[in-house]
């Protein structure tokens, strides 16, 4: 067992222990991770991918990736790559091949035949809200259908014509025969099949009909052998469902189903019709704008696999539920890049600086660490000359009591570099400051100064040496902590409007020409920051997002 498996022990891991060891299961534990190919994951997803492939590698077993594809109408091959890509991403490696629960649909259609013959299974002829009405509800059992007691060789042999396409969408539904009375409304003749005509992405036009997913997923399950079907909390009144298939068809074994509480977060949505709606709305830029909690929108953010990992283990697996806060997962990234993210200069907001006693045609270089704790990461260069750019946050006219950056005769250290001293303020026409005149103490590099003590520390860049660069500064989508709370109106109204600012005109570290694209940098002072490939190479120029700034500007009301 690995040292993260140890880490990540949770009550499914001690279950299985516990079977193992009163001699209950025997061989090869087997798991499955079963999307449906309907939109992309999200950060819920990471925690059932973690926990379903880190159970099957705790105990040397296998997980399988199997798509839950019995819904073509919302389903695509864009989901399917994409899905294949993040779980690849978060660095788990599926046994075999990818399956998919098409794989399965003339074995699927066999056993629902063999529940007709067992008359256990019906053609039924209600409609949708006739249907609805004779279920009944959670005070009252439901009725049985007028078509419950239709002889076994009718329905057997028109669910056969339902199959050759003898009927129309919806026309007729195959309805398994359990209990109309049940406590459990998911036990009330469900549906097993439905009339669809459209193509499959898989299996192209062979079928109109589909199997239903609670009839689709035990078998699944039992056709591959899974030992263990892992699933979130919202099932557990479908797991009678799941053995009563089970029970009532020859399949091969019989799959233990285990529940586990779904990962809520706050200021977060995790609904993939919600996000949906935010994609096709076009308030966000796709299913991978940095701001959404997809896989893929947090990895061009510059989240990292292992921090996703670490979030999910900081959570844990349970049966209680609940809401996480979302600054643990910035947490897990802040931790994450702290050890490892090479640090570098961004001046976002451009102020010109002017050293008046440093020779316009001189220059050198000056020696700063990628990583101040980290001695191994080395060293980069960085141009000092005449003309500098600071941050227009980092000056104050009239700066306030306990100001730690630049103001008119206050002198502050430039990071690694020289201390210097504000002495004329320059402004345009309209009265908008457009350059500082300022004084630099020659012999303050590396030493603090004689006499006089600098009133905090800035970044800076060289005006000629620097490159131009993009930012967007990207936060939390929502302002609110439960913004698809029905109590509190649609998620449209809790939008936040600073969830992205774009500042143009940044300038960079000359080190930065050709940026790293496999992990963000530390612009210091600044945040976390990831260079967005895509957008670099349409822009010309580099673009970076920011992934996490270096505090939560969230907590304590922050914002």
Same mark, same amino acid.
């Given at each position: ?271 993939? =019709? $919600?996000? +949906? &709606? #935010?994609?096709?709305?076009?308030? %966000? ?6 701001? *959404? ?107 306030? =009591? $306990?100001? +730690? &950056? #630049?103001?008119?005769?206050?002198? %502050? ?6 201390? *210097? ?139």
């Amino acid at each position: 067992m690995s040292a993260e498996s140890k880490k990540a022990h949770n009550f499914i891991q001690s279950l299985i222990e516990d079977a193992i060891a009163s001699g209950e299961h025997t061989g090869k534990v087997v798991t499955r991770f079963p999307p449906e190919p309907n939109g992309y994951l999200h950060i819920g997803h990471a925690k059932s991918i973690c926990l379903n492939f880190g159970i099957a590698e705790t105990f040397s077993g296998d997980c399988n990736l199997r798509f839950d594809d019995t819904n073509p109408e919302k389903e695509n091959q864009e989901y399917i790559d994409a899905i294949k890509q993040d779980v690849e991403w978060l660095g788990y490696e599926w046994a075999g091949d990818v399956l998919y629960a098409s794989d399965y649909f003339d074995a699927l259609y066999e056993f629902a035949e063999e529940l007709i013959t067992r008359d256990k299974a019906y053609v039924c002829a209600l409609t949708a809200d006739e249907m609805a009405e004779y279920r009944g509800s959670l005070k009252e059992p439901g009725r049985n259908s007028p078509y419950r007691d239709r002889p076994v060789e009718e329905s057997l042999q028109m669910f056969r014509d339902m199959r050759d396409g003898k009927y129309q969408n919806g026309e007729l539904v195959l309805r398994a025969k359990i209990d109309m009375s049940s406590p459990n409304i998911n036990m009330r003749d469900p549906i097993l099949y439905r009339i669809r005509y459209a193509e499959h992405h898989q299996t192209g036009n062979k079928w109109c009909i589909y199997p239903m997913y609670d009839f689709t997923h035990p078998i699944s399950d039992a056709l591959e052998g899974i030992t263990h079907s892992l699933c979130t909390l919202e099932f557990e009144d479908h797991r009678p469902l799941y053995d009563w298939v089970l029970d009532n068809i020859s399949g091969p074994c019989h799959p233990r189903q285990i529940e586990f509480a779904r990962l809520n977060l706050n200021y977060t949505i995790t609904s993939k =019709r $919600k996000l +949906k &709606r #935010l994609v096709d709305e076009n308030v %966000v830029d796709g299913w991978n704008d940095p701001r *959404m909690p997809t896989i893929s929108g947090m990895r061009r953010r510059g989240y990292t696999p292992e921090s996703i990992r670490t979030f999910c283990d900081m959570i844990g697996v349970n049966k209680a539920g609940g809401t996480v806060d979302v600054g643990m997962l910035e947490h897990a990234i802040r931790e994450d890049l702290n050890t490892r993210a090479p640090r570098a200069m961004c001046v976002m907001r451009p102020l010109k600086v002017t050293l008046t006693n440093y020779p316009a045609d001189q220059s050198e270089t000056l020696t700063l660490p990628v990583h101040p704790q980290n001695p191994d990461m080395g060293e980069r260069e960085v141009p000092w000359t005449q003309t500098l750019y600071i941050d227009r946050e980092d000056f104050e006219m009239e700066p306030p =009591r $306990k100001w +730690k &950056r #630049l103001a008119p005769d206050q002198a %502050v250290r430039l990071r690694g570099g020289y201390v *210097m001293t504000c002495r004329e303020v320059i402004r345009d026409d309209s009265g908008q400051i457009v350059e500082l005149k300022c004084e630099y103490d020659p012999n303050t590099l590396g030493v603090n100064p004689e006499g006089y003590k600098p009133n905090g520390v800035i970044h800076w860049v060289s005006a000629s040496d620097s490159v131009e660069a993009d930012i967007n500064l990207y936060d939390r989508l929502f302002n609110h902590e439960s913004p698809d709370s029905d109590k509190e109106g649609d998620l449209m109204d809790h939008l936040n409007p600073e969830s992205l600012v774009v500042l143009k005109g940044a300038r960079v570290e000359k080190s930065l020409v050709a940026p790293r694209m496999d992990l963000p940098y530390q612009f210091e002072r600044e945040g976390y920051f990831f260079c967005d490939q895509a957008h670099t190479e349409a822009a010309g120029r580099p673009v970076f997002n920011r992934t996490v700034t270096l505090r939560d500007s969230w907590g304590k009301g922050g914002k």
